[in-house]
């Protein structure tokens, strides 16, 4: 127990006396905290008197001791801070109010309850000093020198691209390893006085002064919460509020700067009919969805409705996905209908939903700040999940957790790892089967979560049997002692979480490696527990969403099969349409072939771009081409949007209600800041059009109402209206308007009854290096973009970071194949050649080459095949024989 200004507080181990008394309530300034960071103690105005002390000490610091009388505003303490105060005011110029990004202005209230003067008025900026990105301006002037912007860059971040160092005579925030620079942000954010701005976009500076709407972040499955600052009809900038959603202040770079395809000039403004000469023409919506839907309806009364197929999107909102699906289900009759989660994570949700019952992340991302240890594989988290990464650095940092990543390519996580498994491409059933045959073999299994949570035991260990690690070590390269090290951690240290993403699902043994990931974390009894799980990291925004929504060809909203009667009458009910269909419909990766063969017949896709996002790109654009009918809806005219017909202009997240589901299944509100431009209308709006020109009667569709209908038909989101959502997001199973969500899976059950184990073995890639093909192409995404770059392309500070496609190559295999870096290579597989520039980099293994998916002028799915996985019909992106060579 301490006293703080009389009152007695319990206090947790190591909790400092600053922390202490914000849980309490009890206010002490301080001006150089990062939450997330260890205490600076640049500032010193935290400093308390503690009875017994010979000098005041600060809070920030100083841990809660037993019997400890702290005083927060004793007149000492008061007299401290003004002396404090009065000297940062003196050592800066500014103009009064100060204030940061969220236009608070803490540092200004200080100087007013403290009664201090501003000294020195502000003199004209001449020019700004070097910052490691031209994104943000740095101004001396109003810098107060309290080390918040390292700190986060440092800690936060892990990057440590600025210091503060002397430039004539005084300290100020410089370079420092200017080239880790990830344009984040973070450093902004933090700053107290607005010396840091934005130095691009419309807003450039003052672009923390627009009019703020919160939303979530339209790019990837972290789900992040904004504000986007608005100024009438324009996006000025961006920022995050601190200890708002799962981001808690931050922002990647894609979340802070990537904004600016809102207000592009090459977003589609008004429909679009192709002519008969190949050219488009504007139309106006009803000329162009009344010859939607004429065409549309003429191949369903001709050819059936299973001659039609659609795509919906991971882009648009829940509400937008699952009109989408009834569309396509109750209007049209098919279940053809599917969405880009087959090319990400539809071996997640095979394979977890065999093993657990369900297919999603089973724990929130704040558990890994309790995981003893923490495996990464197949993900670059620090690049596809900036803020997801920061747990995990945090988790590292602060709270002592051994990292394990196990990836064939150097990425950034590696540099906080404790051991670092570097298997050869395709090879992980081998390291996982190795990992479990060691526990085993050592006895460190959880024999009380196997005996009484789940089946197949026996099975799985005599699968595992011959996994020795000298036999892994040969396929895989992972030299034995290190596989021992990695199955000691985790088969003696406990909770455990596991994260992935794709570089294991993108296989055609996918479903396989999901189901292995699962065995070893049940082995080892990590999962319903806080800081265990098994977590699929989810790409775009609301992937998740999307499947929850039944934007899939065998699952209605909620993953209800559509061959169960029952559910089927429950949804025709009230949709109050004729009989749904019952048979399982295309997946993407079935319908392009069909399309080819002619058996398909039209498609509408929403948002998705498959000519640069699905393997075997010769193949997707003969399939599409080959379509007596193609609809697209989108925001900007994509590759596959000028293979249309006709073309929809939608609108952006940004212009839209709705909601979103991160990859924690936490569903979050997703407002409108500004209009779709020219005549683009949202997704919703017009699938509710289409749908009442085919006779169905939808009612007034309004995104919260259609919340209210999918709350009614399905049980996972049945507690969840956007009114509930106004507080904050909540995380699916949440059966009724009472419960508060469920942010944590299988803690007393699975969602099945008991954990089943799979035994899996491991086999060969299906297209290992050859003579003609001697080395493996690994492809993925990259920090700055996103998906098939027609957002974050738009970008000046984004394309900036990242312009053009980099082939990864490591320096031996460049000197050998007379390589150098920045010169242009070719890439050639079995489906087709692909120049881009060559990096030369240890990044990528030996033998083995990545190439992002994101630019359309080096199209990295022209290379990859269409091979499947069995179950999921996820497609082996991960793994192709390739030649590169010279291309001058
Ligand atoms: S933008 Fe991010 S990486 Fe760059 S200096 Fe600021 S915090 Fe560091
Ligand atoms: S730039 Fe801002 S955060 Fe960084 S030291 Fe100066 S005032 Fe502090
Ligand atoms: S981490 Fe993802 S959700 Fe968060 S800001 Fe970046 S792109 Fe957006």
Redesign the pocket.
Known sequence: MIQIDGHSLEFREGETLLERAERAGIEIPALCRVEWAHPVQSCRLCVVEISGADTLLPACATCANEGMTVYTASDSVVRARREILSLLAGSFRHEAPLGNQRGESYLQELFDRYEILLPHPPRPVRSYPEFPTPDIR?DPQK???????IAACREVKNIAAID?RAVEGKNR?VPDRAELCASCGE?LQ????L??TDAIGPGGPDAWKGRRVPTTCGYCGCGCQMDIHVEKESVLGVSARDHVGVNQGSLCAKGRYGYEFIQSPQRLTSPLIRRDDGSFREAGWEEALSLATERLGALRDRHGPDSLAALASAKCTNEENYLFQKLMRGVFGTNNVDHCARLCHSSTVAGLASAFGSGAMTNPIRDVLSSRVILVTGSNTTENHPIFANYIVRAVQHHGAKLIVVDPRRIGLTRLAHIWLRPRLGTDLAWLNGLMHIILKQGWQDEAFIAERTEGFDELASAVRGYTPSSVASTTGIPGEDLHRTAELLGTERPASFFYAMGITQHANGTDKVKALADLAMLTGNVGVEGGGVNPLRGQNNVQGGCDMGALPNVLPGYQPVGDNEVRQRFSRAWQCGELPKETGLAVTQMMPRAREGSLKGMYIMGENPVLSDPDQGHIESALDNLQFLLVQDIFFSETARRADIVLPAASFAEKDGTFTNSERLVQRVRSAISPPGSARTDLDVLADMAGRFGADWGECTPSGIMEEIAALTPSYAGINHERLEGGGIPWPCPDREHPGTPRLHQDRFARGKGLFFPVHDRKPLEPESEEYPLLLTTGRVGPHYHTGTMTRQGVGLTRLYPEALAEIHPTDADRLGIRDGKRVRLTTRRGSVEAKAQVTERSAPGEVFLPFHFHESPANRLTAATLDPVALIPEFKVSAVRVERAE
């Not at 810098?143 to 912007?149: A, F, N, S």
């Not at 933090?190 to 006085?193: E, I």
């Open positions: 740095y810098c107060i020198v309290c080390h918040r912007c503060i925030v450093c933090v700053c107290p006085t010396a840091l």
